[in-house]
């Protein structure tokens, strides 16, 4: 079973940087696609950046092209989220998750309604 433990959240002002973490447990990232989501206050969870198993990324959201970029280190098993230039709308809760054994960034979009999330961490972006 996938399990992912987010953290590094955070308040920042607007224009800073923030490096959140997931950490996964139970399976190895070499053959799993990863996605980042977040929730902002009253609005739909929506998915923001994806690495895929061989690497490549992925934009869900063209609100942060040039601003955040999605990364993995296999040995730690672990997929980190850098956001610079951190906007207001930027806030809300970040959660990391996965799919199946294989799975595409796209599948891993598909699927965020049946995923079972964590906790997440809050990112506030405010003056």
């Known amino acids: 079973q996938l399990h992912f433990v987010e953290s590094g959240g955070g308040l920042a002002q607007p224009g800073g940087s923030l490096r959140l973490s997931c950490a996964a447990s139970g399976f190895s990232l070499e053959h799993y696609s990863i996605g980042w989501f977040r929730q902002a206050p009253g609005k739909e969870r929506e998915g923001v950046l994806c690495i895929g198993a061989s690497g490549s990324t992925r934009d869900y959201v063209d609100s942060v092209k040039g601003r955040f970029t999605i990364s993995r280190d296999i040995a730690k098993n672990a997929v980190y989220l850098q956001m610079n230039d951190l906007k207001p709308e930027d806030t809300g809760v970040y959660y990391c998750?996965?799919?199946?054994?294989?799975?595409?960034?796209?599948?891993?979009?598909?699927?965020?309604?049946?995923?079972?999330w964590g906790q997440g961490t809050q990112v506030t972006v405010s003056s």
């Open positions: 998750t996965g799919d199946t054994y294989g799975a595409s960034c796209q599948d891993v979009l598909i699927g965020m309604h049946r995923t079972s």
